[in-house]
């Protein structure tokens, strides 16, 4: 009672076109990736050093320096050096020893501002604000994160991110551009606001 069958990951898929998906689909052998992985920190840690050096010499700089006054600097200056890849690709695709078991549950992928609005409450405007206060004037649809009071007149579906040194104002439809600045701020070298 309870227990799940566990198999053995043969091989990671990465986006099959649309042909390939619907035949493992039809096949019914095969599970996607939901990006949920379990492991023990020891191994997670060991496949990094096989797998991704670079990114492990980084991690162990940040082990190093907890409990350091200056613990936060190294986490920043550390993390922003870090290579620009997903979990997926740098460790679980060449992992030696990959078991999947199935899981029925609801997912939302929040890894975006603009789809936050699922998971936060928002007003009879479709207002949603993760932290702050909003007054919204004539304004619909718009996502808010700020410590200070943000006013909005006459504004449709906009993120506004606030945060101790730095303000994002955009469109949702846009936010996939952060990484563009993101990019843009590593190029100057101001990895203080990363």
Not at 73 to 77: D, I, K, N, P, S
Not at 160 to 171: H, K, Q, R, S
């Given at each position: 009672?309870?227990e799940q069958?566990v198999?053995?990951?043969?091989r990671?898929?990465e986006?099959?076109d649309?042909?390939?998906a619907?035949s493992?689909?039809s096949e019914?052998?095969?599970?996607?990736?939901?990006?949920?992985?379990?492991?023990?920190v020891?191994?997670?840690?060991?496949e990094?050093?096989?797998?991704?050096p670079e990114g492990?010499?980084?991690?162990?700089?940040i082990?190093a320096?907890?409990?350091?006054?200056n613990?936060e600097?190294?986490?920043?200056?550390q993390w922003?050096q870090?290579?620009?890849i997903?979990?997926d690709?740098a460790?679980?695709?060449?992992?030696?020893?990959?078991?999947?078991?199935?899981?029925?549950?609801?997912?939302?992928d929040?890894?975006?501002?603009?789809?936050l609005?699922?998971?936060?409450?928002?007003?009879?405007?479709?207002?949603c604000?993760a932290?702050g206060n909003?007054i919204?004037?004539?304004?619909?649809?718009?996502?808010?994160?700020?410590?200070?009071?943000?006013?909005?007149i006459g504004?449709?579906?906009?993120v506004?991110?606030?945060?101790?040194?730095?303000?994002?104002?955009?469109?949702k439809s846009q936010?996939?551009?952060?990484?563009?600045i993101?990019?843009a701020?590593?190029a100057?070298g101001?990895?203080d606001?990363?």
């Open positions: 009672q309870g069958p198999y053995r990951v043969g990671f898929l986006k099959p649309l042909a390939t619907q493992f689909l019914g052998c095969y599970y996607w990736n939901g990006g949920i992985f379990i492991c023990r020891d191994r997670m840690l060991a990094l050093a096989r797998q991704l492990y010499a980084h991690l162990q700089e082990g320096s907890l409990g350091a006054p613990a600097e190294v986490l920043l200056a922003a870090m290579p620009n997903s979990i690709h460790v679980m695709e060449g992992a030696e020893c990959v078991a999947v078991t199935p899981l029925d549950a609801g997912w939302n929040v890894g975006s501002w603009d789809a609005e699922v998971v936060l409450p928002c007003d009879e405007n479709d207002n604000v932290k909003l919204a004037e004539d304004s619909c649809g718009n996502i808010v994160y700020s410590d200070k009071t943000v006013a909005l504004m449709n579906d906009l506004v991110v606030e945060t101790e040194d730095a303000l994002l104002v955009g469109p936010m996939q551009k952060v990484k563009n993101v990019e701020l590593k100057q101001r990895h606001l990363l």
